[in-house]
C-alpha cells in the first residue's frame, strides 16, 4: 500500500535546512519497509494470504470519529484589530512587459521585508522622470502604504507615500523602520516643549548629578 509520511519541524529543524529534513524521511521508510517485509515473512510463514486489509465497517459520518482523527475547520468572521502598519519600505521599478496595459498606468514596488507582498503603485505616485530614467531610482528608498488586496491577484495595490533617501544611509533607513512599525516619530507638541527648562542653557546641578548614573 502507499505510504504518505508527514513530517512536522519546527523553527530549530528548519535551520538545519532540507537536508535534516530528507535524513528524517529516509530513517521513517527504511522503518516502515523493514517492518513491512517481517510482517510479510510471518504472513508467508504461516501460510496466510491477504489480497486486502478488512478492519470492519467503513465510518462515513464524520461526527462519529474520534477527535483525533479529525482535522477542525473555521472561518474569520470579524477583524478586531488590524496589527500591521500596512506601511512598508522598499524600491520601485518598471512592469517586466513593456506591451501591456498595466505597464502604462503601474509601477512595481519591491518591500525590503519579504514577509510583505509585492504591491502594484500607480505611475502618478512615482516621480515625474521615473519611466525615461528608471535607473537612477534603482537605490531609492520609498514608503509604500498597501491599500487593497484582491483574491484573484498575486500583487497587492499600494500607494507611494514619500521618498526616504538612498538606501543603506542611516537616516531614511530609520524613518523606514519607524514608519513599518507605527511609531510616532513627530516633532514634539508645544505642550511637551514647555516641561522643558526655559531659561537656557540649563545644567544639571551637582547635587541632582549625584543622585544620578551618569550614562554620558
Known sequence: PDV?????????????G??????????????????TSEKGKAAGATGVHRAKQDDG???????????????????????LEKKHSRAATGFIKLLADRNSELFKRCAMFSPVDHRVPRVYVPLADCPPDFVT?????????F??????????????????????????EIEPESEGILTEYGV???DFSPEVLECLPQ?????ISPGELAKRRDLR
Open 199 to 203: 531659561n537656557l542653557p540649563w545644567d
Open 57 to 79: 465497517p467503513k465510518v462515513t459520518d464524520p461526527r462519529l470519529l474520534p477527535d483525533e482523527f479529525l482535522q477542525r475547520t473555521a472561518k474569520v468572521v470579524y477583524i
Open 133 to 141: 530614467k528608471p535607473e537612477a531610482y534603482s537605490q531609492m528608498l
Open 184 to 186: 510616532d516619530f513627530s
Open 4 to 16: 504518505i509520511i508527514e513530517a512536522q519541524f519546527d523553527d530549530n529543524d528548519a535551520e538545519h
Open 143 to 168: 514608503i509604500c502604504r498597501i491599500v487593497d488586496w484582491k483574491e484573484d491577484s498575486n500583487f497587492a495595490s499600494g500607494q507611494l507615500c514619500k521618498s526616504l533617501g538612498q538606501a543603506g
Open 18 to 35: 532540507q537536508d535534516h529534513l530528507q535524513d528524517m524521511l529516509t530513517d521513517d521508510i527504511k522503518k516502515l519497509s523493514l517492518d
